[in-house]
């Protein structure tokens, strides 16, 4: 029960923070600020932050030094993966709205399904099939696509949501080649290194304001990264119990929208928001394990 309850807090606390972090990328794009500047900046201070708590937890050697070579590549590739999705993030939300961008993602779990077959080769029965296009199809009541709304960028949100859900799947099947923290790290240093490749080419002396929100997101964008990480890491036979919560997204990223950017949610868009979560619900729970 104890490791269920923290599970659920685990996603819960990722889906508020990754919020959190969309509604501030977004306003920094707007605010025409480049990508390099927001994550170098708010990269250093992230990364300075965690060392040193690990530095006071005594397990700086612990969660960064990996038992056997091999086992570095994986949480390396995802870091230098990570670099292309975090891009992708900052310019896609200057363009699309914030709750569109967050219903969008909400395609994750059907794609966890669909990794969980190929990869941990779980069965999916009949009624999983079902809600995963039923879930698919309450995305096109959202979206409700024609050829003034659809734009390049809600694709590469779907990257963003497929790349998500390979993500949980590897995390969980990989989970003892390293720690929670090891995995955070090592995927959040690369982009961290990859952009001050530009940063220096393009420096910025931010000031207090600017140090604040780029500091106050990059922080809150590793303690996203690590409650994702450590949610699958444990979950185990309880993954089918905490992904729906994945859901919660929808609450934290619809509410950003209307306070602070000024969207609305019509009839139409509620109704399919909620043929996702059901359907989406419907399939995680009917996972044959």
Known sequence: MKILLMGIFLVCLNTFTGSTFDAITK??????????HYYAIGGS???CCFIIFLLFQGGLKKHIVLEKKEYYFLPVFRGLYFISILIIIFYSLQNIPINIFTMLLMTSPFFLLIFAKFILKEKLNFISWIAIIIG????????RPNSSNINIYIFLVLFVAISNAL?????SKYSYIASTYGFTFYQYIPLTIFSYVFFLNDPLLPSKKEFLLFASSGIIVMISMWAFNAAYHIAGKYSSIISPFFFTQIIWGTLYGIIFFNEKINSLSLVGIIVIVVSGTIAIY????
Do not use: H, P, Q
């Open 45 to 47: 201070v992230a990364i």
């Open 286 to 289: 009917n996972r044959d394990k």
């Open 136 to 143: 698919f199809c309450g995305v096109l009541i959202v979206l």
């Open 167 to 171: 993500n949980f799947t590897l995390v």
């Open 27 to 36: 306003y920094s794009g707007i605010n025409n600020y480049m990508w390099y």
